[in-house]
């Protein structure tokens, strides 16, 4: 383990922002941009990343580990114990002050933070716990907080990280305790879920009371695709399972990025299009009424990278098109490709209102050039033509590659 006699608060913020930057659990795009001449402001490449709030804003948010010490050993991670790097902590009055610095500065919205161990669980999230309530008490910091619970924290802890709050998370991060104890094999899985049972009877309660800043908030995790063979099927199951009984407000799909050299993790480039299929699926799943079993078979426990989830049902489905949107059920036409909940929502308000027509769809948010294939209006096709004259065209659209990967739902 390296560690720097004297360092200096920009280093210490680089070295744990850095170390944060792999967790998706709040979506990041950070940009690097210089102060130009008559200009205020310039931003940083670590640090800031996006995410979105109860209301559907986008925020920025200063995203960093408390410390980049860790007691454990996952294979996957930068900052495990094995890795020598430098180490660093910022002490909880030192972090509240940063963020409340950033934020007075217009930096940042909020706040996402996560950690490595650093003496024992217990510690390490009292220290967190200490930091978020030194920002809500002291700094009177009324904004977002995203806060990481750390496994094997007693109930009474955990139930104190959560009151400061909007959301917490703890992270599964591989599909079945076979993947979890043979790359992270101080992590429990049974502890995580237990955790994760805790927090949502815990949250259900505050939003009764009505109190704290969870009551509108929630819990997510985050679970890493590509560092071992669990196949799609079986990670979208386990996201189906813990959004119905721990109504999570997301899982977060995360692409594994090589960063050790570890003879247990695959030698590959991030699968970012598989992580993209995952979360169309996922949304299948939680907005447009699909079952797991129309989207996979135990056949076929993988999604097809080179087509969008819907459209591959659609096709394996062409019997139940063309749908007229004139008079079709919302769980219908959730089935269009290119309608989604918002177009077909309003379709059942407009066409109450008038009749609709292809510009009126196109107005409302519909993606005409690939719902034409599978609706008719008042009985007639888009261009007058049957689906099945159709199919040549949609097999070519279909069949280049290039074209489905800006497929989107
Ligand atoms: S517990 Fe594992 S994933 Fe978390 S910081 Fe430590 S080594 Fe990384």
């Known amino acids: 383990m390296l560690l720097r006699k004297s360092i200096d608060i920009y280093e210490k913020l680089s070295l744990l922002a850095n170390g944060a930057k792999y967790d998706v659990s709040c979506a990041s795009s950070g940009v690097s941009r210089k102060n130009l001449k008559n200009q205020v402001g310039n931003t940083s490449r670590f640090g800031v990343c996006h995410s979105w709030s109860s209301d559907g804003r986008c925020i920025s948010l200063l995203k960093i580990l408390l410390t980049n010490f860790c007691n454990n050993d996952c294979a996957y991670c930068i900052n495990r114990k094995k890795n020598d790097i430098y180490r660093t902590v910022l002490m909880p009055d030192e972090l509240a002050k940063i963020t409340y610095e950033f934020y007075r500065r217009n930096y940042i919205e909020g706040l996402f933070l996560s950690s490595g161990i650093i003496g024992n669980p217990e510690l390490t999230m009292e220290m967190m716990i200490k930091t ?3 920002l809500r008490l002291k700094y009177r910091f009324n904004g977002y907080i995203h806060l990481k619970l750390i496994p094997s924290t007693s109930e009474a802890t955990v139930s104190e990280a959560i009151k400061w709050a909007d959301r917490v998370s703890v992270n599964l991060e591989l599909p079945n305790k076979k993947s979890l104890e ?3 094999p101080d992590k429990k899985m049974d502890n ?3 955790i994760m049972n805790f927090v949502t009877k815990t949250i259900d309660t505050l939003k009764e009371e009505k109190t704290f800043y969870n009551s509108r908030g929630g819990q997510s995790t985050q679970l890493i695709i590509g560092a071992t063979p669990d196949s799609d099927l079986e990670i979208l199951r386990l996201s189906s399972y813990l959004y119905k009984n721990n109504k999570l407000k997301r899982v977060y799909y995360s692409a594994y990025v090589p ?3 570890d003879s247990r993790l695959p030698v590959t480039k991030p699968p970012l299009l598989r992580e993209h299929r995952l979360y169309q699926a996922d949304w299948l799943i939680r907005f447009y009424g699909f079952r797991i079993d ?8 993988f999604l097809d990278e080179n087509i969008d989830p819907k459209l591959a049902w659609a096709l394996r489905n062409l019997h139940f098109f063309p749908i007229d949107i004139t008079k079709a059920s919302l769980e219908s036409l959730l089935r269009v490709p290119g309608i989604g909940p918002l177009s077909a929502k309003k379709i059942l308000k407009l066409r109450k209102l008038a009749n609709l027509d292809i510009n009126a ?5 519909v993606v005409v050039k690939r719902a034409k294939y599978f609706i008719t209006i008042n009985g007639k096709f888009f261009e007058d033509k049957k689906l099945y004259d159709k199919t040549p065209e949609m097999n070519k659209i279909f069949s280049n590659r290039n074209s489905q990967l ?3 739902l």
């Open 132 to 134: 978020v309530s030194l």
């Open 182 to 184: 043979y790359l992270a």
């Open 192 to 194: 995580i879920l237990n």
């Open 259 to 261: 960063i050790n050299d």
């Open 294 to 301: 129309e989207i996979f078979s135990e056949k076929k426990p």
């Open 361 to 365: 769809l196109k107005k409302i948010g």
């Open 406 to 408: 800006t497929l989107s």
